[in-house]
């Protein structure tokens, strides 16, 4: 019989347990491996903007008093509150038969005598993959203290939202009532809270590799290495897209074809997966000099090398922005007026702390000409901050769809695979093209 360690599990490591048991279990009873991966600045920027996004959602609760303790005393505090039937509660925090749970928003209503649940959701939209199961898990451990639910509600933030004047916070943020989709989940999710409170209780650490055996390297677990030290490092989780041929991957993995090399010839791949692997396996480039040349003599002179720096805010900060639209902030502009000439660099940097968009805007206007093709890398990126310029800026338009109509975009050429090098391993990705081409950049 399996040893038990008595723990308690939270909505948060429910929501890991999910998606892989195994890295959910280190997480618990080996921290020090589970921390050892710091998450990168991104991820810390994630959880920044959540804190964000839930204290301006708090506006729309004016009555409500927020938990600003944690543990048992949070649990204590929490207890008070709702005997005294205060009307909002923020980060009402709850524990039974070993989960527990902070409420977002929890609104007591005195006619019924039943309770709204508010989740606050600092995304444009709803992730049913998440979102949904995070609430059912809140849900679920209320009923077992015995609170009656009446609504289950999800506040996440208007992505038609358009900043005009100060800041209007009900329009900022939806509130979706999705009471009845949680409801039928509330059963399954009570299931699986039992079954992962189990399974990560054991003492001893469970044996074999995890569940993300069957997904693509981003979709992996902090510890996969940890988990799965039979895994090449570079194998068949990194073939280009294969997360998203789950019956391929399955078969791969089920076949214990791990490394690139071992992929045999009955399973289809497309053009761009066939390719990464080829020239891995023979250690040969694939360069169509034919087909490159013909690209690179289409342009003309003068060419303007050049690459944005931006910010997403999720809330607004400027007139004219919704969430995560980026703010243009910075530019690097190298000119190369013919082939034989030397690139000179121009730059715009905004420093000050009001809106840079015209700034922005003005600057490039005067340093791009009307001729010669505009160069960058994805430009899906640059065209879509363009356009949104020219909305806030209307008399820029036409120089914006001008510049949009002369861009030309560098990554086609490895989209296109005219140059395939195994060390790209199947990333047209300037992080992985750059550092193989031009290694001292």
């Known amino acids: 019989m399996l040893q038990k360690k008595l723990i308690t599990l939270s909505k948060t490591n429910y929501l890991l347990y999910r998606e892989c048991k195994n890295n959910t279990w280190l997480k618990i009873h080996k921290p020090d491996i589970y921390y050892e991966f710091e998450p990168n600045e991104f991820e810390k920027l994630i959880m920044k903007t959540g804190n964000e996004v839930e204290l301006v959602a708090r506006k729309l609760f004016p009555q409500g008093i ?3 303790v944690k543990g048992d005393q949070a ?3 929490t207890s008070k509150y709702i005997k005294e039937k205060k009307p909002v509660i923020f980060q009402a925090t709850f524990t039974k038969d070993g989960f527990f749970a902070a409420v977002d928003i929890l609104e007591f209503d005195s006619k019924s005598g039943s309770y709204s649940i508010y989740e606050v959701k600092s995304t444009n939209s709803i992730d049913e993959k998440t979102h949904y199961y995070d609430l059912a898990f809140q849900v679920s451990l209320l009923k077992k203290l015995g609170l009656k639910i009446k609504k289950i509600n999800l506040i996440h933030l208007n992505k038609d939202y358009i900043l005009s004047g100060d800041l209007n916070i009900k329009e900022l943020f939806k509130t979706e009532d999705i009471t009845e989709i949680i409801e039928s989940l509330v059963d399954q999710v009570g299931i699986e809270m039992t079954e992962a409170l ?4 054991q003492e001893l650490q469970p044996v074999g590799n995890c569940d993300c055996l069957y997904k ?13 030290p039979d895994i090449p490092k570079y194998g068949i989780h990194d073939i280009s897209r294969i997360g998203l041929s789950k019956k391929k991957l399955a078969e791969l993995v089920d076949g214990a074809y791990f490394n690139i090399d071992q992929i045999p010839p009955h399973i289809k791949l497309s053009t761009i997966q066939q390719n990464q692997i080829d020239t891995y396996v023979s250690d040969k480039t694939i360069l169509n000099k034919e087909l490159l040349a013909m690209e690179l003599k289409s342009l003309i002179f003068p060419l303007y090398f050049i690459d944005y720096e931006t910010f997403p805010s999720a809330i607004p900060r400027f007139k004219g922005f919704s969430p995560y639209q980026h703010i243009i902030f910075q530019y690097s502009l190298y000119v190369l007026d013919s082939p034989d000439s030397k690139p000179t660099l121009l730059e715009f940097l905004y ?13 490039l206007k005067t340093h791009i000409k009307d001729k010669g093709h505009i160069i960058v890398w994805h430009k899906d990126f640059e065209c879509g901050r363009n356009e949104e310029v020219s909305i806030r800026l209307p008399k820029m338009k036409s120089f914006i769809d001008s510049f949009n109509l002369r861009i030309f975009d560098l990554e086609t050429i490895f989209k296109k695979q005219y140059y395939v ?3 790209f391993k199947g990333s047209t990705s300037i992080k ?3 550092q193989v081409l031009v290694p001292d950049l």
């Open 66 to 68: 927020l938990i600003d």
């Open 75 to 77: 649990v204590t505090l």
């Open 198 to 201: 189990d399974y990560l209780s």
């Open 216 to 228: 693509g390297r981003s979709k992996h677990c902090t510890c996969f290495s940890i988990l799965n």
């Open 351 to 363: 420093t000050d702390l009001d809106d840079p968009t015209l700034y922005f805007g003005e600057s």
């Open 421 to 423: 090098h195994k060390n």
């Open 432 to 434: 992985k093209v750059l």
